[in-house]
């Protein structure tokens, strides 16, 4: 039998193989301990949020959801991968170097295992269908290493000679992918013009695919290498007469791929999914405009690959198909391993660093929550130097000819993003407010107060070692509701977008017209902010597109996509109608309702931030305003999270506010009356009256002959840290004792019910607690683990550390 006959037939078998072995490490994955599932259930969650979508409503918020879930998926395998150290190959390095997480070490372990299993490399001849050279030479490409000169061999030269004479059909599209990394002399180009021609010659005139023992994997690797060469003459037209094949012949309703009466194996699924989203497909969608049908990525994603029960070769190529549905998802053209093909890769690139800045920012505010010694100040220097970063490698991306250049530059920027850190200051040391004497009544300075316009800086009391908890006045006027962070709205009326907070024509990117309910674009809301022009503003990202940038803000132009009240009663008004689940996360489909059917709502559920609606038949739907709308809404005497403070620290307290002729001011607490006369040196400025009045308590903050103690305090909200810092109160002092006199210090809006063992904290800066039954509101720790009992009744030490967090 000749050589090239034997490495064909034994390459049938191999690919036999292959596909049974694929499909017995899918059962093992199934199989897999409960420890390892545990390990990774914040991934599976992050899968069944892409599922939602996926089978969902073709709404502008998909795309976000399942590209949150790639991103997991693909981390997820990069850990699984960097697991191996010493044993990671070239196809490891080339997934790790599209990843970003490529180290020195690690690329030394893939140079040395290229040398030593590519057949040429090591002495031999060339390798079965050419699979050891194209993975050795995009792994050698990926760490920055010459193929034409490795150790003194030229690995190019060698799968020329092959490709002009080729192994097998095999071979023809290994060799073509590999001498399409790069340009690599006149051989090579010749090479690859002669089997770009060859393998366009092979396509099936009559089904658009291309026949082999395995139609499924051989019309994806030929896919594959042709994506990589569509400036050569017939590739277009190849391409896409192969992508509608595929839809029509391959293409599954769970979103996988085989051949008709064929089985479906997990290889094919993720080399198909690589295939055509480097052809420009987009993977995260539904190739058939179908409610039934999942996308491809999804399918990728259900499948767990990333499994350590897996196969290396499945983890690497599940790995590579979600990075190159990312990289085309974010404007990446062509194939990721085209390295060297001008400007092929520059417009994904260069949305990767900017999301690389953007996970950056909020990694810096994440931290910043457990780390009571980063001064917001601090915190803001590094977001700051962030975006100088981004705005230096965002030069050197525009000014890259070739893809190799564009991913070492947005390598570099990434890496230089993720070293940056907030610098730490020594923790202030607390300082009692000061205290005016004046007609035997003390009155406390509120340091904080005196630098916001909207806080008060005052309190009355007839104790010189006690003072009332400074509150904050609600601002006169309907308050306008805004858009927490990370929080999903849609635009009411005309809006634009600018590239930066300067609102100039230069700067203007994109306008929105205003749009019928149903067609109202969305957006994430990222942060909230004022500019120079002294515009209330957000930073933002549109929902469908991905494109970020900076629009005003506020009830005019904005309202929250999803519904978050009481509602009790919806009618469908989507025109596609929508889905019942069986699923929280829109997963597990009941039915489907259409446009105009009205149906009854049992409670609305926090879901992230796409909030789901429960029915009273106990399936679930989307609470996506777009699609429903509350025909019926149970009235609340309070609001679940309301933007602006409207109130201020409870207690039976009533009051009279100054007046500017100086006249005496008037408190009267649990039916005690004290006057102060209002002189130049000390006038207070009273809280406006109070809601809800129940017992007031005092702060227990020392006094110079007292014992005390100190305690942190950090205090959380929507991601963000809302205040931080120490607070010294007396020995005995409860953990809400301290809390009160914080918020004196600074200058927080504070609600309570109740005292002592009863004490509930209701209210911090217009953070309320939701009303009963609900889930929204005030959790405590201290130094770590959260009390069995009231903050009213825990017993501070010294040193201890309280945070605050607001559970929505």
Known sequence: MKRKQFLYWFSIVLGIFLIFSSGGNSSRADAASSADAASRADVASAYNYGLTKAKGPKINSEVYTVSDAVDSAISAELAEIA???????????????????????????AYESILKNNDFLSGGSQGLNGISDVSAVNGLVAIGKDPTNVNGKNLVANIVKDANNPASDYSIVNDLEALSTGSYGQASETARTSLTKKLIGMQDQKTGLWNGFDKVDYTARAILALSMNTNQPGVADALNTAVKAVSNHFYQKNGGFAEMHGAENAYNDVTMTNALASAGVNVYAPLKDKTDYVAPVQRVLDQHLFSAGNSAMLIQQATLALEQARFTSKGGKGSIFAFNQTDAAKPGEIVNIKDAAIAKKRSIIRSSISDPQATAAAVNDAINLVDKILVTYLSKLRADSTSSAAIADRAAGVKELNNVTVSHAAPATPVTPPTVTNNNVTVVNNPASSSSASSSSSATSTSSSSSVPISTPTVSGKPVKKASHR??????????????????????????????????????????????????????????????????????????????????????????????????NLTSKKRHVKKNASLSVRKVVNYGLYNRMQLTNGRYITANKKLILATKIKKSSQNTRPSTPTATTTGTSTSTPPTNSGSTATTATTGTTTTTNNSPSATPTLPVALTNPVALTNPVTPSNDAKTITTTISIHADGATIASGSIKVSSGASAFDALQAFAQQQGLALTYKGSGATTYVTGINGYNAGPAGTMTGWLYSVNGTEPGSSMGAYTLKDGDSISMTYNK
């Open 83 to 109: 697991q191996k150290g010493p044993k990671i190959d070239a196809w490891d390095a080339t997934c790790l170097v599209f990843g970003d997480r490529i180290t020195d070490s690690q690329a030394q372990y």
């Open 487 to 584: 929080s999903i709205v849609y635009a009411l009326t005309t809006v634009k977008l600018y590239r930066s907070s300067n609102f100039t024509k230069s700067n203007l990117t994109k306008t929105y017209k205003k749009r019928a309910r149903i067609n109202r674009p969305m957006f994430l809301v990222i942060s909230q902010q004022t500019n120079k022009q002294g515009h209330a503003i957000y930073r933002v990202k549109d929902m469908n597109s991905g494109k970020t940038g900076y629009t005003l803000s506020g009830s005019k132009y904005f309202a929250h996509a999803y519904y978050s009240a009481k509602v009790t009663r919806i009618k469908v008004i989507n025109p596609k109608g929508i889905n019942e689940y069986g699923k929280v």
